[in-house]
């Protein structure tokens, strides 16, 4: 199940999940010269990342909303992204954060479990209950494809609904309960199921009392860097074992900022990953 | 503003949305023998209805996923499709439930509001709280956009999370004062606000709570026909005059079916939409 291979590539490369959430701006001087379209451009700086830090990190991220900014251009930079880190054998998860119900849930699946847009694991919204989540199911099992729920987000705003008091609960607390409660069927060798949460790295005792709530439940893991979250943090929800992947998406692909407007922006990258990985490290 | 657009469209041609939510199987056999791309062949069943029924309905709704569920080649649809309702002078919905926050937002909204997708108005998601919504502001008033943002939903899971109570309220409840709060800085000259909600037509007891909540908010009104609302319950929520529009998407689109397989397809479309039309204003 690919919630096994995820596991696995955390144990052995690190919990370093890579996100791509490339924008026009974020392109080193050489890229942006270039006469290609702005996809094209995206691609190029995306690809180049990929190769030099696959064996460094445990999965890509690729934040849909960026290459949707581009329109088609930009959905084909989207596919070719996705492709092309899969083909390296790498694990992806497409941050599209959709949430529909029923049939136009299916339709969901079919565009990013199959096709151009084939990835290995989305990010879903369950607002709209079980329905949004269920018409996934077929595709845990038979294709090996995999879920992240939205928990608790790392935003300021997460608290607007997430922190209100449901029956003696947060809301966010409720939905780890259900969300636990789904995937109790799609559990693999690791102990992990393939429908995993998103609880955000800001707040850590909250997360400490998602996780409790979730015991068969790997994390993605938002908000380190950037977002206020320490190596620190980390390593204290790591405490009873890796359950999770933590993302950074321009603290690491933006690294190169102000140091080179050429190539060899992706060695600052790669130095990027290895100073998160060494963060969390020395904390655990 | 485009509430203004939209509310007057509803006034002077009745309160139907009709919901591009095409898939392949939904093609009259005429269209499924061409030998085009499928994308190609659901613009054409698409543009032929945009065509006959414009002038009967308030305004279309484009459900992303059913485009999306065909990579690009259903990708370009979509943007050929929303670009050609609205070069038609419609108002145009497109449901896209995106639900992202800050610099995410703004490339979803840089994605839908401009460029090759560009429409009127989208759907979206707000479990993550003001972060998911503030990101559009600049185009309500600045591009005459608009956003109907997920308040209860028609489908039987909605309760899951929807219906709990948040200290003496349902969260949809909760959900519905801060959209209406959200709102208010964007009311235009109709009286509503250019940041709407979608509330099912399946539990009219709960539309009216909502809607006392909302007093300058706009409906997008989903569950007729298929899901179970009736005309008379939609009459019931226009008691104190006209505060949505109503969507169908098979209930109209589909209409054909077991009837033709040929270009006719579309008077019966036509016919569906006269249906809908006579049954809500019969009860009001």
Redesign the interface.
Known sequence: MIIDRLYNNVKNKGPVCAGL?T?LGFLPGYLVEKSWTPGEKIFEFNRRIIDEIKEEVGCFKV?I??Y?????????AF?KTVAYARNAGCVVISDV??????S??K??A???FT???ETDIITV????????ISPYYEYLNEREKGLFV?VK?S????????D????GMT?YE??AE?VSAWGEGFIGESGFSSIGAVAGCTYPEEFERVRALMPHTFFLIPGYGAQGGTGEDVARFFKDGICGVVNSSRGLICAFKSKTEGKDYVKYVFDAVTAMKEDIAKSM
Chains 1, 2 share one sequence.
Do not use: W
């Open positions: 959430d924008q934040q909303a960026c949707e900014a581009l329109g088609l251009d930009g959905m084909q596919a954060k959709r949430g529909d119900i029923a136009t849930a339709q969901y079919q565009g990013h096709g151009d847009f919204n369950a607002y709209m209950g079980e329905d949004a939205l987000t935003n300021p705003s997460g608290v607007d609904f997430q209100r008091n449901v029956d809301l409720r939905m259900k």
